[in-house]
């Protein structure tokens, strides 16, 4: 009874440190003139990845491989055909063309980097290295690729008169950029939101982890299913508020990005602090799933640009199957 509690009181924090977190974050993009697809896939995306990040890091100081590539993996899977789908099904998710062209085949490019890593069963302190350093090149040539977009860009036409935009269907501006007093209010907001994140993920990792213990499943099992829907909890609640308050490229943006992080900085530091010695089935039954919904999602948003909620509702689909799949494989008969 008490982990059951513990799990479901842990949500309060999750979805209040979201709300704060995305709007705050909106609020700095506008002051500073950053785009909100790259305020979702780094200052989002690492508040939301560090339940992973602490999870996969403890797991991999007790030499528990399968528990912290577990995690990682199932996240990845997660934010894809959970988070995507949900969120689409309560409002299609409108994908910008970068995230398309460069950010999805990154992370397909980073996980078929792991396999070939993986080949000797096992991901080492160099392979760790390998991931961490991919990692921040990427996050060095995110900010410079948006620096010489700002230079290079044309100046916007004129804001539409508010009758204009109602009219037109578009969404009004959030008031997140005028109701604090400055880009530190925006800043205090943001870590407000982080440490809401954080103490919510904490709970419910703990509550969690006591349930599904009590059902006897090996405990990569449990770190790809609960605990991994635990950890992706932030990056859902980030993305559905996103989504509702039609911020589509923090949305995607975060979820993306999200696994970005995952796979470099959160496997990668796992390795590093403990080399990850990995069976087989660990390669087969979670990266090789987290690569297909990481494929699938390509086809979907070039479908005019929007994951449409019939494209939700596939996503979501796929993802119980997968989970499914996994707990039946594994219970005791």
């Known amino acids: 009874m008490r982990d059951t509690l513990l799990f479901v009181f842990a949500l309060v924090p999750l979805t209040l440190g979201a709300d704060w977190l995305v709007r ?6 506008q002051r500073l003139g950053v785009s909100p697809l790259v305020v979702g896939l780094t200052v989002v995306a690492f508040g939301t990845s560090a339940p992973e990040l602490f999870v996969s890091g403890s797991a991999a100081l007790a030499g ?3 528990f912290a590539v577990g995690n990682v993996m199932g996240s990845t899977a997660a934010n894809v055909g959970l988070i995507v789908g949900i969120g689409a099904l309560i409002r299609p998710i409108v994908v910008h063309h970068r995230v398309i062209v460069r950010e999805t085949p990154l992370v397909i490019f980073v ?16 392979d760790g290295f390998v991931l961490v350093s991919g990692w921040s090149l990427y996050l060095f040539f995110l900010v410079r690729w948006e620096r010489s977009g700002v230079r290079h860009s044309k100046p916007r036409p004129p804001r539409p008169a508010a009758s204009e935009t109602e009219s037109a269907g578009e969404p009004e501006a959030d008031d997140a950029a005028t109701d604090l007093p400055g880009p530190w209010g925006s800043l205090l907001r943001i870590g407000l939101g982080m440490t809401l994140l954080y103490f919510g993920a904490e709970w419910l990792l703990e509550g969690g982890k006591g349930i599904a213990l009590t059902l006897r499943l090996p405990e990569a099992v449990v ?3 609960m605990i991994a829907v635990g950890t992706s909890l932030p990056e859902l609640a980030s993305t559905l508020v996103a989504a509702y308050r039609h911020m589509g490229d923090i949305a995607i943006g975060n979820v993306i990005g999200s696994n970005v992080f995952n796979l470099g900085l959160v496997l990668g530091t796992s390795a590093l602090l403990r080399p990850l010695v990995l069976d087989p089935s660990i390669v087969v ?3 090789l799933p987290a690569l297909a919904f990481s494929i699938i999602l390509i086809p979907l ?5 929007t994951v449409q909620r019939w494209e939700g509702a596939l996503l979501l689909l796929l993802y119980l199957g997968y989970i499914v799949s996994l707990i039946a494989f594994a219970l005791p008969t």
């Open 301 to 305: 948003a070039l479908h005019r640009g």
């Open 111 to 126: 996980l078929s980097l792991v396999m070939a890593l993986s080949l000797n069963d096992a991901l080492g302190r160099l």
């Open 285 to 287: 039954g979670y990266v």
């Open 24 to 29: 705050g974050a909106a609020a700095l993009a």
């Open 223 to 225: 770190a790809a299913t």
């Open 64 to 66: 528990d491989a399968g």
